[in-house]
């Protein structure tokens, strides 16, 4: 019987991992950003022009999406330290589409090594 850490070695070697140096250009170049954390992960910070598509809704919501259905489209995902963001990747391997990366380390790296975080504004109650 496999676990779940058994996968998500199984699916870092059939994606793309990428640097964090690597990931500031393949974001820029990207067709789409994708956090595949859950909503409530999202809003407590992302990366700057991310979507959140949560890994257990990804097949369904970027099927429905049309400026996504171009399996030859430049995909960026990432999660909280990288094992959802590589099963991810591997779902949209077996989907079709051809240019997936995975950020290793995920937010928590990125975060770490000090790189830009979109965190929303606290309301002002006063």
Known sequence: MKTAHDLVVMARARV????????????????????VREGDEYTTGHLAGALNIPRGVLEFRISAMPGLEG???????????????AL????????????????????EAWSEAGKPVVRPAQPDFE
């Not at 990428?18 to 956090?35: F, G, M, N, P, V």
């Not at 399996?71 to 963001?85: I, N, P, Q």
């Not at 991810?88 to 937010?107: E, F, P, Q, T, W």
């Open 16 to 35: 793309e991992e990428i640097s964090l140096d690597e990931a500031e250009l393949a974001i820029r170049d990207a067709d789409a950003l994708i956090d």
């Open 71 to 85: 399996r030859d489209r430049t995909l960026v995902l990432y999660c909280k330290t990288g094992g959802r963001a």
């Open 88 to 107: 991810a990747a591997c779902a949209l391997h077996d989907m079709g589409y051809l240019n997936v990366k995975s950020i290793a380390g995920g937010i």
